[in-house]
Nanobody
Framework: QVQLVESGGGLVQAGGSLRLSCAAS????????MGWFRQAPGKDREFVAG???????????NYADSVKGRFSISRDRSKNTVYLQMNSLKPEDTAVYYC????????????????WGRGTQVTVSS
């Protein structure tokens, strides 16, 4: 089992920045794939960014087109924490952001992750 706890959400003005954190506990060695998803009111949950642990010097990342160049995902294996640095935020980035984890399989942008956090609210005002 793996437990995930997100933090770092809040209210920010358009153009601002936030950094989300996802602290993992439990069998973290079993989940090389970690991702961030978001769900806005009335919309489906969508992939935002993902990272796959390959080795201490190598990770693979993937981003949704809507956040490329603005968001950056990183992972601190020693702290079992994944971060999502969000810059140049837009009102359309407003959503509940969820962290997810899974064993390595397929594309990082898949919807089917085994473990999920409870989410953290991000609100971007115009």
């Amino acid at each position: 089992q793996v437990q995930l706890v997100e933090s770092g959400g809040g209210l920010v003005q358009a153009g601002g920045s936030l950094r989300l954190s996802c602290a993992a506990s439990g069998r973290t060695d079993s989940v090389p794939d970690m991702g961030w998803f978001r769900q806005a009111p009335g919309k489906d949950r969508e992939f935002v960014a993902g990272i796959r642990w390959i080795s201490w010097s190598t990770t693979n990342t993937n981003y949704a087109d809507s956040v490329k160049g603005r968001f950056s995902i990183s992972r601190d294996r020693s702290k079992n924490t994944v971060y999502l640095q969000m810059n140049s935020l837009k009102p359309e980035d407003t959503a509940v952001y969820y962290c997810a984890a899974d064993r390595a399989r397929g594309t990082l942008a898949r919807r089917e992750y085994e473990y999920w956090g409870r989410g953290t609210q991000v609100t971007v005002s115009s």
